[in-house]
């Protein structure tokens, strides 16, 4: 059974330009997750989907950061503009349903300049 | 108060010590809870998941839940220098602690 999938690895770009990475879950999953880990700290969630419905995205900075889950399977999180705060692994986890073990993707390491 | 927290480390044992790790949460209405282990430079693998009171055991592993201290552990027994790593407490799949650095030495 194929793992989560995410693109690009890694990303370095400049402060106020514009980055998007993607996630495909496992097969079936309907919940999807986005989190954000900060080195030294433990993932913070960003966005939670089930299906293609947003279920918790009260710590998502909308001003800057966008998701969506369009047809229900894969996703695409972006920042516009990015700041050197955003410097962070963003990691995409996706699980049969909400409060059920979650399974992680390898992450994008983004650097901002 | 940090929703989820976990004593940050490092904790040092031995080979074939056991090692405890410690976790306490905020929420009491809280239901589900996992244990992560994280290698330096990858993503997080899930370990255990517990969803009621008492012991939970998986191989070398044992995780223990109490929901009215509002506390949850992870004992390793056993411990091997693979299982050097820091690992995560979540509660409810979306709330995590720092993580607890482990360290085991040959």
């Known amino acids: 059974e194929a793992g989560v999938a995410q693109s690009p690895r890694y990303k370095i770009i400049e402060k106020r330009q514009s980055v998007a990475f993607w996630c495909n879950p496992i097969?079936?999953?309907?919940?999807l997750y986005w989190y954000q880990q900060i080195l030294g700290q433990g993932p913070k969630l960003l966005i939670q989907?089930?299906?293609?419905?947003?279920?918790?995205d009260s710590q998502l900075p909308k001003d800057r950061f966008s998701a969506e889950r369009l047809k229900g399977v894969d996703s695409t999180l972006k920042i516009q503009p990015a700041k050197l705060e955003d410097s962070a692994v963003y990691l995409c986890?996706?699980?049969?349903?909400?409060?059920?073990?979650?399974?992680f993707g390898p992450g994008t390491r983004l650097t901002v300049t | 108060q940090k929703e989820v927290e976990q004593n940050s480390g490092p904790l040092s044992v031995p080979e074939g010590a056991i090692a405890s790790l410690n976790c306490t949460y905020s929420?009491?209405?809280?239901?589900?809870f996992f244990w992560y282990r994280q290698y330096s430079g990858k993503s997080p693998e899930l370990i255990m998941s517990?969803?009621?009171?008492g012991d939970k055991e998986d191989g070398r592993f044992t995780a223990q839940l109490n929901k009215a201290s509002q506390y949850v552990s992870l004992l390793i027994r056993d411990s091997q220098p693979s299982d050097s790593a820091t690992y995560l407490c979540?509660?409810?799949?979306?709330?995590f602690g720092a993580g607890t650095r482990l360290t085991v030495k040959p």
């Open positions: 929420d009491r209405g809280s239901q589900s």
């Open positions: 097969s079936g999953h309907a919940t």
């Open positions: 517990i969803y009621s009171n």
């Open positions: 986890a996706s699980s049969l349903a909400g409060g059920r073990e979650q399974y």
């Open positions: 979540a509660v409810n799949n979306m709330r």
């Open positions: 989907f089930q299906n293609n419905g947003v279920v918790d």
